[in-house]
């Protein structure tokens, strides 16, 4: 009788404190961390960037890592997630993105995000549309996509055993990290509310310059600007961790990034723009477009620095919203500034010229029913106005483009 008490209490003390029964609370705490941490890098790394976009490729043995570990935490099928996540990409803020905050509502992207991304995964046309290219062999066919949910289960049975009851909440927390800072801050926040180094087509948005927590995936605006390539950051002050991951990999033999943020290279200004030129421009027109935005912030706020010496009161509050607002394309302008942004336009010349030759500019690569021959001439042109205009930072911009290259 005194075997089975001491076998017993035994069972009852492991259930409680588990194998580590020894372990601390900032210990249980810093694991919990660390297994996140993993979680997200699997996402951002195979999920996202290797698997959806196909910006590098993964050596086997971090491939099957990354699955069997995602298989452990989320329960996500490959298949889905890919299929889903390129189809936000490809009807990114229409009714037909399976989460946009500026069609759901931002209340819905943070609350029911994992339902709407489960919604989709269901939906057969999707994944046959968009899911082509991922892994399709026996553990991914008959344990990984037959039997999703039992990864997870199988982690709550290792959590209780290695931390007895407390288990359950480490567990709970590696259950709830990638729908409240996937789903609900990148797919909602990141289209929403952050800042935007891009003109992208969407309203993808930066949530922090440091992408740490997330594994880099806070740089939403950069990589929406850039999907296909393996690095989010692009400002010197941005920081990705994912990416570092990844080029720790790469010296190992284990990745290889097939792409990343292409750079505007200047070499000798050019007498005259020509057809390389403007390959130069058109492959780099959003960071062409993000320098010209900077020099039109610049030229607001020298016009309102002027009107305020000048005693203007009048002006002041349209040049403050132009000087927010301006360099913006205009869908992503609030229609309730737009009149004072016109009348700030109207009441200055330098303004409206900048402007007036920013729409000139964005069309060398809107146009597509002129050929390049003809593109050539109106870059060409472009340059002489802008060099002509009177306007200092205009002329040294159009010199600067004269001087890219591919």
Known sequence: MTEISTVWFALVDWLANGLWAEATWWQVLLVTLVMTHITICS?????????????????????HFFRFWLWLTTGMVTKEFVAV?????????????????QTRGIKALLLTGVELYRAESKVAETITKYGKG??????????????????????????LAIFGAIGLTVWAVQMLWIPVMATG???????????????????????SPWGILIGGEELHNNHHTYP?????????????????????????GLAKARKTVPQLKLGE????????????????????????????RAACAAELEQVKQQGAAARLADLQLAKRWLHRDAEK???????????????????????TMREELRQLWTRTNVSAEQLVVDLQQWCKR?????????????MKLRAARA
Request: proline share 5%; net charge negative; with cysteine.
């Open 333 to 355: 302008i609030p229609s309730a500034v737009l009149p004072q942004l016109a009348n700030a336009v109207n009441s200055s010349p330098k303004l409206a010229q900048l402007v």
């Open 386 to 398: 802008a060099e002509s205009s009177g306007i200092d930072a205009l002329a040294e911009f159009s």
């Open 185 to 207: 801050i990148i797919n909602g926040i990141g289209h929403w509310w952050g800042y935007r180094n891009f003109e992208a087509a969407d309203a993808s948005t930066n949530v």
């Open 228 to 252: 296909t390539s393996a690095k989010f950051s692009v400002k010197p002050f941005e920081f990705d961790i994912g990416w570092v991951y990844i080029r720790g990999m790469e010296l190992v």
């Open 134 to 159: 991922t892994p399709d062999d026996w553990i991914e066919r008959n344990l990984y996509t037959r039997y999703s949910w039992q990864g997870v289960g199988l982690m709550l049975i290792l959590d």
């Open 43 to 63: 996402v951002t790394i195979f999920l996202h960037r290797a698997q959806a976009h196909r910006a590098l490729d993964l050596h086997a043995i971090p491939s």
């Open 269 to 296: 200004i050019k007498p005259q723009a020509d057809a390389k030129t403007l390959e130069a421009v058109i492959a780099n027109r959003y960071e062409v477009m993000a320098k010209y935005a900077k020099e039109l």
């Open 85 to 101: 996540h390129r189809k936000h990409h490809a009807k990114c803020e229409t009714e037909e993105d399976p989460h946009s905050p």
